[in-house]
């Protein structure tokens, strides 16, 4: 479908630049074998709407036989999206689900009350040399959604709203933006964008949602005068219209954001809560591992390990 160029204001200048907020550095962590980048949560920032956990994954290269192998881990109180550039992992759940995470396609777990999943790259992709390189999200929940049961939704790379025009080519991953809605409802306010810019092209921040930032994939863009290269998170002023303009090796960023949320949340290793309490009942109901009668199952077909809850 076509871009629409009524959607295009100026590039802010001057003043304008005030519009940023915030620029967030992520945290490089080596995982052995790869790099993750953690931009969310920060110092500056906890939280971009939803958004309460944001990290670039790669990217990296694998040799022959081996492979990301994240063993069985619960959560709650959060949605996760992770979505890939190059490679694949294998995802088990707790619900039964077995299926990979393809590039271009969206896998929303919804964590709820709880969900146990491991994410490996196994069987035939170790086979060959392989690589990686992707973005995992975490969407903390409102309260009402907190003790929501689980659940897996999936959606094709082909299934997703795509706008094309003057320069940009936008996949819409979750939410809604720029007048189109993505297939998967979550169930609260969201936009989650792909956008890649030519060089030169511009692109506006969605002005229909309270909380708006942008990471820098690659390449670079600029905003009110200043420039910007990968691996930075900006996040803008609430209202202001706002544009990105990609450098001269034109971009791809990453636009997200939504409503504000409905209070601070608690984060202690993969449980988002409201309240303290709710992390503490999920803590002791993983270290109970009851996994025939109590809050968290293992998944079916990945059942013979898992990760240890670290010490409070």
């Known amino acids: 479908m076509s871009w629409n160029p009524v959607l295009d204001p100026s590039i802010p200048i001057g003043d304008a630049v005030d519009a940023i907020e915030t620029v967030i550095v992520p945290r490089a962590r080596d995982l052995g074998g790869f790099e993750v980048r953690r931009a969310l949560p920060s110092v500056q920032r906890q939280m971009v709407g939803p958004f309460i956990f944001f990290d670039q994954i790669g990217p990296a290269e694998f040799l022959t036989g081996r492979g990301i192998d994240v063993r069985p881990h619960p959560h709650i109180g959060l949605g996760t999206v992770t979505y890939l550039m190059r490679g694949r992992i294998h995802h088990r759940d707790s619900l039964g689900t077995d299926a990979w995470i393809e590039p271009g396609a969206v896998n929303w777990m919804l964590a709820g009350q709880g969900i146990t999943h491991s994410e490996r790259q196994d069987g035939a992709i170790r086979h060959a040399p392989h690589d990686l390189f992707g973005l995992q999200t975490w969407l903390a929940l409102p309260r009402a959604m907190e003790d929501d049961p689980a659940a897996f939704v999936h959606a094709g790379k082909a299934d997703l709203p795509e706008l094309e025009g003057e320069g940009k080519q936008v996949r819409l991953i979750l939410g809604t933006a720029y007048g189109e809605t993505a297939p998967i409802s979550v169930g609260f306010e969201v936009f989650y964008a792909d956008a890649r810019l030519a060089p030169g092209a511009a692109i506006p921040m969605p002005d229909d949602h309270e909380d708006r930032g942008a990471y820098v994939l690659a390449g670079s863009v600029s905003v009110g005068g ?36 409905d209070g601070p949340r608690h984060i202690w290793w993969n449980f988002v809560a409201s309240s303290r309490d709710r992390v503490d009942a999920a803590r002791e109901a993983w270290r109970a591992g009851d996994w025939a009668h109590g809050r968290f199952q293992l998944p079916p077909e990945d059942a013979a390990e898992f990760i240890p809850a670290p010490d409070p």
């Open 226 to 261: 200043q420039d910007f290269d990968a691996g930075r998170m900006l996040v803008f002023r609430p209202g202001d219209r706002i544009s990105l303009r990609a450098g001269d090796q034109g971009a791809r960023v990453m636009l997200l954001g939504g409503a504000t949320m």
